[in-house]
């Protein structure tokens, strides 16, 4: 028995080793491009610093990598995480977005602020300055607003009504 445990952990062990070569490309994208949500819609710099803080690690092309994004399988875990998040909403992409999918998702974005689901909760236990307070959530509401105001008056009130 005591043999039988010791080859499943050398074999574990390499298995192990042999995983940490195999990784995915990192989401690192070179400064601004021209869709993202900020050379449209203006953030105080207080918007944006939480928007740096507290969403672009997942819904950017810019993630802020932590030391343990080394280590196999965590890397998968979080490649993962951040291809579902990105495919929820870009905001480096947001301005490819149809006027109807913008409103959509600023509405979708404050809401889920305005409700503690976002930034997500597993997310937070990490990254502890990401949870906003709720001075963090009305300067967030604020601009949401403005964002929707902005297209409301910009485009016909029935293109931007959900389907």
Request: charged residues 20%; glycine residues 2%; proline residues 6%.
């Amino acid at each position: 028995m005591n043999r039988t445990i010791r080859l499943i952990l050398i074999i574990l062990l390499v298995i192990f080793v042999i995983i940490q070569f195999i990784r995915p490309a990192k989401n690192i994208s070179p400064g601004l491009n021209n869709y993202d949500i900020s050379n449209r819609y203006s953030m105080s710099p207080e918007v944006q610093k939480i928007f740096q803080n507290s969403c672009y690690d997942c819904h950017s092309n810019n993630t802020r990598y932590p030391w343990y994004w080394q280590v196999q399988p965590v890397t998968w875990w979080m490649n993962g995480h951040i291809s579902d998040a990105k495919r929820e909403v870009n905001y480096s992409q947001f301005l490819s977005y149809p006027a109807r999918k913008q409103f959509k998702k600023i509405e979708a974005t404050d809401e889920e602020v305005q409700k503690g689901d976002m930034p997500l909760p597993s997310y937070t236990i990490i990254h502890r300055t990401a949870k906003l307070n709720d001075e963090q959530k009305k300067l967030v509401k604020a601009w949401a607003d403005s964002v929707l105001n902005q297209l409301k008056s910009s485009y016909p009130p029935d293109s931007l009504l959900k389907k």
